[in-house]
């Protein structure tokens, strides 16, 4: 098991006074890198490593304090040419989030995944860990279809390999979300706005990364719908392509949950179902 001590940031709020959601990926992202250069894998941040895909199971809200998060993680699955990484995020002893982030080391000059080398894989090997699966969140290709919304990339969301990084997707999600759902349903505002009596909860997001996002002046685009509605949670798909010929990027599944001011779960009511159905994409 490796630990990582993740400072915080007062930027990383969000309009609630908590740690943003997508904001947490970037820990993961810390963590995992600190670990990476704790060993011989090291080199694979240079040559190159890619995300294939997040999981993300959020338990509470993390507040802002001096102290650190507490990040433990280790391997949990590891393949030929695949490294799953399993997180626990702790503040104050309690658990903050679950994780999982699935890595492949990546051949960019070729465009093609690289098995490990025997010395990496003994690394990665050495921080096996016994975890039990996240569940899926099923949802289904949207096709086209869901609105769409446009998501400008800042020169500022590229990582070190030239490309969008794995954690921004986060905020693109979190952008077409909020911009979908409050269209959709204007009482959907996030709280603190005018005429918001409720929260709306995160509680898990995944998002599987398909091909690498690259900096452009024009807008893409995010589609993105409901694919499913609960007593008091629902779930969005979003997936995000270029307009101009339809190629994907990554796609995101969003679990949200209503809540009063209080935190704890109100239906989702009859007016939002009404207003949602006609959206949802199956």
């Not at 307009?243 to 109100?266: C, E, H, K, M, N």
Request: glycine share 8%; net charge negative; hydrophobic share 40%.
């Amino acid at each position: 098991m490796f630990q990582f001590s993740c400072p915080l940031r007062w930027g990383d709020l969000d309009a609630q006074g908590h740690v943003n959601n997508a904001v947490v990926v970037d820990y993961l992202q810390e963590a995992r890198v600190a670990f990476l250069r704790s060993g011989p894998a090291t080199a694979l941040l240079d040559t190159g490593i890619v995300v294939v895909g997040h999981q993300v199971e959020y338990h509470r809200p993390i507040d802002y304090i001096p102290d650190s998060v507490t990040i433990d993680l280790g391997v949990s699955q590891l393949g030929g040419s695949r490294i799953e990484i399993a997180y626990a995020i702790r503040q104050g002893g309690e658990v903050a989030a679950l994780a999982r982030t699935v890595l492949c080391p990546f051949d960019f000059d070729e465009q093609r995944p690289v098995r490990l080398s025997p010395q990496d894989r003994k690394f990665f090997d050495g921080h096996r860990i016994e975890v039990e699966k996240l569940r899926p969140i099923p949802a289904p290709d949207l096709r086209g279809r869901g609105l769409a919304v446009p998501i400008h990339v800042r020169w500022s969301d590229l990582d070190a390999y030239g490309h969008v990084n794995n954690a921004t997707f986060f905020d693109y999600v979190q952008q077409a979300r909020v911009a979908a759902t409050t269209l959709w349903d204007p009482e959907m505002a996030r709280a603190g706005s005018p005429g918001s009596d409720r929260l709306w909860l995160v509680v898990r997001q995944d998002v599987d990364f398909v091909s690498q996002l690259s900096h452009r002046i024009e807008a893409y685009e995010a589609r993105v719908a409901p694919v499913k509605l609960g007593g008091s949670s629902m779930t969005l798909s979003t997936e995000l392509v270029n307009p101009d010929d339809g190629t994907l990027y990554a796609r995101g599944r969003t679990v949200l949950v209503s809540a009063g001011l209080d935190g704890r779960p109100l239906d989702l009511g009859d007016r939002t179902r009404e207003l949602l159905e006609p959206h949802l994409v199956g």
